[in-house]
């Protein structure tokens, strides 16, 4: 089995070494079909590991491939945890990016940076792997920053664009201030427990947990400092800055990196610490808040959005958010299991608006399109199922996810829990509004397209298409197929672990009757009037009478205000973080380095010997007669001194 | 060969540094081929101190032993540890480098230049392993000379108050040094160095020798605030010389903390720890923001040097605070990792160097405004240049996360605060390294003269690939390194931890 588990980490990586250092030598066609068969060797292998270890309940693999540093009694290894959950993460990983591989042939077609591109979502793909597989924080640690050192060069892939160098380097850094958080995290574990590998780690929880730090136990603090890792990675407030201006890159890897896999590296992680996480209610609580603040408000943002792939890039964040209140209800089983939903229907999301935006000649405004479902129609079809399933309607595969997402939220007896439940529950009403409005805007309508746009529209291209109705087919029925085995039938129990205190998933599992009679059951509930709503309003504003949007921009023009400037997040980091760490730089350096050190003190005291040097220098003549003259002189003085001083010590010896 | 190949390995590039200054400027091409062929000599015979290195114990090695001045008990004793071993690779390693990376650059007096560089080497190696602390004070001063040189000859404009700053200041903190050898001389009757681990010392000479060790010490490192040579040096260095002073001459002041400090000193470095603790997380928060405000890149580069260098001093003094009598590994992090890191910035510092340079000899400017948008016209310099950044970041995978990784984790285990302020370079590490990445590499070209760069030719591409392999195979896989410094090591730690009072 080792060498099998190998061969899907590596099998990507050696694509992406290929088509990176000879892709120019191979053409575009040798480029791409090494890169993807690299990725479908991985699909093949993962959908047998799958069967293996999830259907037919398989060993769970855990084991070190080699030492990276031995210390003593310490050991830190590269090596591989393959339980159930990591078998699910590698489906929907090779899955998505088998899609966009193919997808990217089409898209990609005329950039100059073809091979390049292959080269690099190949090498995602294998460090998305590492960090899936890894038994041990470092490895994910490694995984996790080399993912980020992905993304940053996907985002800045159109390097020539002030916009994306910019928007990289943000994404890197608000990263950057998550894993400081995270690796604060892993040194603690190491400090409390003495080893970095989960299993030695988790079997030594008991040990760990009755120590304090700040008053506060000590694995609260290593959960909290682990999820602000989280935060960084699955963009959660106030370290979401970066995913909206991760939509500089080109619209696979906003499907790939910035949708389906990497953003929810967080949700996999706190997952895979759930043995730790349980032992938090503080935490806990914590993780839920901030997803509930993330999922609520970021939706709101996506209403006043104009840009097509930014309205998608905030129904992430916001659904991120979901999968994070799930975990902090101790579901963890529905937010892997909504991280795989999302995960096939966001990433046809992002492919369905790449479609379109190729189509329109890379116009992205949705103001500017409308009426486009006659002349696009696998393209509408397939957005139809995505925004069906996004916004959680009866019987799609979103719709199974997020309602086990607000029953749990409805379940749960942590503080402030009733609170969550509203924003989730108002949060359904606002993705069905945005959602949909985005969705007739650009499809149904009038027709606002340029007219010299308008002549060339036509449908996308084959290589495009087929990776849209491949995951048109998950986002419709993955939901119905995977909840009650997923969430119910210990699919996921090898890998999470709940306390007994948390009931939320007991409840749930009470409740759960089947798939199919979740639909009917449906409409009794709250949630599904609140989306019938969200799609009226968007009817509403959108085709029935859009003079009304703007009549309601204006009558609320604060609120508006408040939307359009995102809460002040991007110009409060500006202010502090780029011009203050900028100006603090510059005092440090002109004042204290140059000024005080290096010209005062030590320019200063050269000049100071210099300075000496000149007073003394004149005594110095070289004329006997001054010497002699200045010998007597002292002499004398010391003479007086000697003898006329009262108690002269001198003069007691 | 075994019994001396120590002594070859300080002689031979000496020598060999004597015979290119008789080969001539004018024979430059002669000077060049007979330097790069002596340099790549030294290097494979000191692969052999590597393949028949002993591992398993603390115990010098490849000693060589003679009596050089018996009136005054000194004598040409040398010998290896893990802790040496490797720092003598790195010098071997870097010279090559540097030889090579001046073969079109250097038109003024070549073969001088490359002597310089061929005797500095073999100073080097002599002060890593020197056993008696007067040849090591010889060896340690001598070094001082070549660079001097380098500096003064083949630098900037302002090389000669930059050389004169490196000089004197260097020179300043290691007259103390000199004054607490021969004070112990005085008392224990010896001047090898394995002695004065012996020696007995009250709490009050020892205060008084870690500090004048310190001065020798934290100049050359350089710590914070003794550093203000460190950026002019290095922007008045050629090219070859910033790499050989990032690289390898930092160095010897993290060794000396290895080799002097602690096992000399233990109870004054338990009792200053804190002190050189707080002075090396200045260097890596302080030097940090400083470093993000540069206009030159290797300004920029040279204060990134003294933030990375503070790892080093931070991993060696938190051992005690990180010290658990049940459990060794978090003190064990620290010294492995500083270890470690002095080798990891060896690589990047000197890649980095060389990538400023690749780029000075093209449009002679350091000025990060003069560029943007180098990719367009150089995309495998680009590539190199972005993954040393990368490694300068300390990305996991290359070796620049490694030390830095080492050193938190143990620096955690001493006191939070520590890890929580080591740790901040995560975030304004990248940031003042990308940043220049953003503003020197991406984006579009406004300067009409950068349009007209040509790519690395392949001299430059071998140099930066050899580089690369380096800095990715020791963050990929470091515990080679790691086991063979691992027995000194650990013994130097028993030495720390054993009070002498």
Known sequence: ?653 | MEDSLLSLLIWLPIFSGVLVIFIGNNRANTARWVSVIISILVFIMSLSLYTSFDSSTHLMQFVEKTSWISQFNINYHIGVDGISMPLIILTTFSTILVIIAGWEVITKRCAHYMAAFLMMEGLIIGVFSSLDAILFYVFWEASLIPMLLIIGIWGGDNRVYASIKFFLYTFLGSVFMLVSLIYMYNKGGSFSILDMHNLELSLVEQGYIFWAFFMAFAVKVPMFPVHTWLPDAHVQAPTGGSVILAAIMLKMGGYGFFRFSLPITPDASLEFSEIIIVLSLIAIVYIGFVALVQRDMKKLIAYSSISHMGFVTLGVFTLFLAYKPDAIEGSLLGLEGAMVQMISHGFISAAMFLVVGVLYDRLHSREIPTYGGVINSMPKFTGFAVLFAMANAGLPGTSGFVGEFMVILGAIQANIWYGVLAASTLIVGAAYTLWMVKRVFWGTITNPAVATLKDINAREFSILAILAVAVLVMGLYPQPVIELMHTSIEHLLHQALTSKL
């Open chain 1, 1 to 653: 089995m080792e060498k099998l588990y190998l061969t899907i980490a590596l099998s990507p990586l050696v694509g992406a070494i290929f088509a990176g250092f000879f892709g120019t030598m191979l053409g575009k066609t040798a480029t791409h079909v090494l890169t993807i068969l690299g990725v479908l060797i991985s699909t093949i292998l993962s959908l047998y590991v799958f069967n293996y270890h999830v259907l037919e309940q398989g060993e769970v693999f855990n084991q070190n491939l080699y030492t990276w540093m031995q210390i003593n009694n310490l050991n830190v290894s590269v090596g591989f945890l393959i339980d159930n959950l990591t078998a699910v993460m590698l489906v929907v990983v090779s899955f998505v990016s088998l899609m966009v591989h193919i997808y990217t042939i089409g898209y990609m077609h005329d950039d100059t940076g073809y091979t390049r591109f292959f080269s690099y979502i190949s090498l995602f793909t294998f460090s998305m792997f590492i960090l899936v597989m890894s038994n041990n924080f470092m490895q994910l640690f490694f995984g996790w920053e080399a993912v980020g050192l992905v993304s940053y060069l996907l985002i800045g892939f159109w390097h020539h664009k002030e916009s994306a160098v910019q928007a990289n380097l943000k994404a890197f850094l608000v990263n950057r201030v998550g894993d400081f958080g995270f690796l604060l995290g892993i040194g603690l574990v190491l400090a409390f427990s003495g080893s970095l590998d989960y299993m030695e780690v988790f079997s030594s929880l008991n040990k760990t947990m009755n120590q304090q730090l700040w008053g506060l136990d000590i694995i609260t603090i290593i959960c909290l400092l682990l999820f602000v890792g989280a935060m960084g990675k699955s963009a959660q407030v106030p370290l979401h800055v970066w995913l909206p201006g991760s939509m500089e890159g080109p619209t696979p890897i906003s499907a790939l990196i910035h949708a389906a896999t990497m953003v929810t590296a967080g949700i996999f992680m706190v997952s895979r610490m759930s043995p730790m996480f349980e032992l938090s209610d503080v935490a806990l609580t914590v993780v839920m808040i901030v997803g509930a603040i993330t999922a609520l408000f970021m939706g709101l943002l996506g209403i006043v959005q104009n840009d097509i792939k930014k309205v998608v890039a905030y129904s992430t964040l916001s659904q991120l958010g979901y999968m994070t209140v799930a975990l902090g209800v101790s579901a963890y089983s529905v937010a892997i299991f909504h991280l795989m939903t999302h995960a096939f229907f966001k990433a046809l999301l992002f492919l369905g608006a790449g479609s379109v935006i190729v189509a329109m000649h890379h116009q992205q405004d949705i103001r500017k399109m409308g009426g486009l479902r006659k002349k696009m129609p696998i393209t509408y079809w397939t957005a139809l199922i995505g925004t069906l399933a996004l916004i959680g309607f009866p019987g799609f595969a979103g719709f199974y996810s997020k309602d086990m997402i607000i029953e749990a939220v409805h379940f749960s007896s942590l503080p402030y829990a009733s609170w969550v439940y509203v924003a989730v529950v108002v949060g359904v009403f606002i993705t069905a509004f945005y959602s949909l409005r985005m969705f007739f805007l650009v499809f149904h309508g009038e027709s606002r397209v340029d007219v010299h746009i308008a002549k060339h529209l036509h449908e996308s291209a084959p290589s495009m298409t087929f990776p849209l109705i491949a995951l048109a087919i998950p986002s419709l029925v993955i939901g119905y197929l995977t909840i009650g085995p997923m969430l119910f039938n210990g699919w996921l129990d090898n890998a999470i672990t709940i306390a007994s205190s948390h009931a939320s998933m007991a409840e749930l599992n009470r409740e759960f009757h089947s798939a199919a009679s979740m639909i009917p059951h449906a409409i009794q509930t709250l949630p599904f009037w609140m989306m019938i709503g969200g799609i009226a309003t968007a009817w509403v504003f959108s085709i029935y009478r859009t003079q009304w949007a703007d009549w309601v921009q204006k009558k609320c023009h604060r609120t508006n205000y408040v939307l359009e400037s995102l809460y002040g997040f991007d110009r409060f980091n500006d202010l502090v973080f780029v011009s203050g760490v900028k100006k603090l730089g510059n005092l440090l350096y002109k004042v204290s380095d140059v000024g005080l050190i290096d010209k005062i003190l030590v320019n200063g005291s050269a000049k100071l010997i210099g300075l000496v040097g000149k007073i003394v220098r004149p005594i110095q003549t070289g004329y006997v007669y001054h010497y002699a003259f200045f010998m007597i002189f002292s002499l004398l003085i010391i003479l007086t001194w000697v003898l006329f001083a009262g108690d002269n010590p001198l003069l007691k010896l």
